[in-house]
């Protein structure tokens, strides 16, 4: 008689998809640039960009010289792996918050009151909106502004362009002026004496700027 578990396992061992293996040399390489990262994170937000030093990473790190200089080119290439990490974070959250609502202005409110609410975290406040502006500012002369920032806006956008108030308009054209304030909100807050209290006055101009667009023309 035919064991049917064991020809059971040996199917599901047949049919078992094949795993690959990354080297040991590329995994240990891959653990050495996230410990360096996350290493620069926490100098980068308790310090600053200017207050760290390479060398303060690499002894925290306990890593030799030239394994920082085999991932990054130097301090600036380090600091935007860092940027784009801490930021890649943020707009994830804002686009799971915009998505989480059915009509089109929760899901904006939602994704604004996100990123808001980032700006009063450390690592974004710092990193994000404080430091990239002087440490990144050649780079995005020469290549516009930060990819990451344009697509997660115009996902949040685009569901409003199908409504009333702004049938329409240039997709594009929202974007770059939504930019433009998320920029200055995040700034307002980041540089005040009170982040909270900054944080609470950005609310008041919001809906107050959501309810007009919303109020019956006369």
Known sequence: MTDYKSVTDCRSAWYRPRVDVKPLRVRQAEATRSLLVEVARQNFTEHGYAATSIDDIIRQAGVARGALYHHFAGKEALFRAVY?????????RVVEAAASQTSPWDAVRAGLSTFLDACLEPAFRRIVVLDSVSVLQSKVLEIGVDPVELPMLRTVLTPLLGSTSFGG????????????????????????????AARAEVDVVLDTLISGLFRPAT
């Open 84 to 92: 784009e990490t801490v930021e890649g974070e943020v707009v994830a």
């Open 169 to 196: 308009m240039a997709l594009d054209a929202l974007t770059y002026v939504a930019l433009g304030g998320r920029y200055g909100a995040s700034l307002y807050i980041a540089r005040a004496s009170d982040p909270r």
